[in-house]
């Protein structure tokens, strides 16, 4: 079971040292934080997992506000976050550019958490196999079933939402994904301590991947230790 915190754009270095400091990993699980880029080191510093939000698929060069591997590595950073919805609406990452930096990234010796998932109206237009399959199939042509790489399933509707897929919703999505790319398959999208049990104890769900619940340390621990096997 991997339970990874994505931070999103909060947290300052400040906030994060304290969060670091407050924060104790249970046994059992593997956990990682994904802090902002400016925080990076200080999570770094306290022993915990950390990965980025983003990596770009050169190693440098003439491109403005990104991150390379080399330099996330040089860090003490082990892993990223890529594709995540949030870079896919806003940022214009594209099922091709997802690749790229997964192929990068691991090719450096960095983990990757790459992040699929349907919005409301793919859902509700009865094609969210056929978005899935697309996503997962561009990861899958470029990267293979990779021993540093996990997908994680975000359906866009639950991400910040409050609305959870159903554990039977997410096992079923997970399957699916699991048909194209065999590799661990996170879910994503308001996971909360009340709900992280039913949804991790799923076959199919291979961890959680935390956006809003995991910025408190109470809430991010509960989540981690629902994660625990029995
Ligand atoms: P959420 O975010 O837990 O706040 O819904 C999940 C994510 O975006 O990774």
Same mark, same amino acid.
């Given at each position: 079971m991997l339970v990874a915190a994505n931070w999103k754009m909060f947290k300052t270095r400040a906030e994060t040292g304290a969060f670091c400091d407050a924060f104790e990993p249970p046994a059992g699980v593997d956990v990682v934080v994904c802090p902002p880029f400016t925080s990076l080191d200080v999570a770094v510093a306290s022993g915990l997992a950390v990965y980025a939000q983003n990596v770009h698929? %050169?190693?440098?060069? %003439?491109?403005?506000g990104e991150v390379s591997a080399p330099m996330l590595l040089d860090l003490g950073v082990v892993g990223a976050i890529v594709g995540h919805s949030e870079r896919r609406q806003y940022f214009g990452e594209t099922d091709e550019t997802v690749a790229r930096r997964i192929v990068a990234a691991l090719g450096a010796g960095l983990r990757v958490i790459a992040c699929v998932g349907e919005s409301e109206e793919e859902r509700e237009a009865g094609q969210t196999e056929l978005v899935l399959r697309l996503q997962v199939e561009a990861i899958a042509d470029a990267a +293979? @079933?990779?021993?540093?790489l996990v997908l994680a399933y975000e359906p866009i509707w639950a991400i910040g939402t409050g609305r959870t897929a159903t554990p039977e919703l997410a096992a079923e999505a997970h399957a699916f994904v699991k048909g194209i790319l065999d590799v661990p398959v996170l879910y994503g999208g308001s996971v909360k301590p009340d709900n992280a049990a039913e949804l991790l +104890?799923? #076959? @199919?769900? #291979? +961890?959680a991947l935390v +956006?809003? %619940?995991?910025?408190e340390v109470d809430s991010f621990e509960a989540i981690c230790r629902a994660a625990i096997p029995s």
């Open positions: 698929w %050169a190693q440098e060069g %003439a491109f403005t +293979g @079933a990779h021993p540093g +104890g799923r #076959d @199919a769900v #291979d +961890g +956006g809003g %619940a995991s910025l």
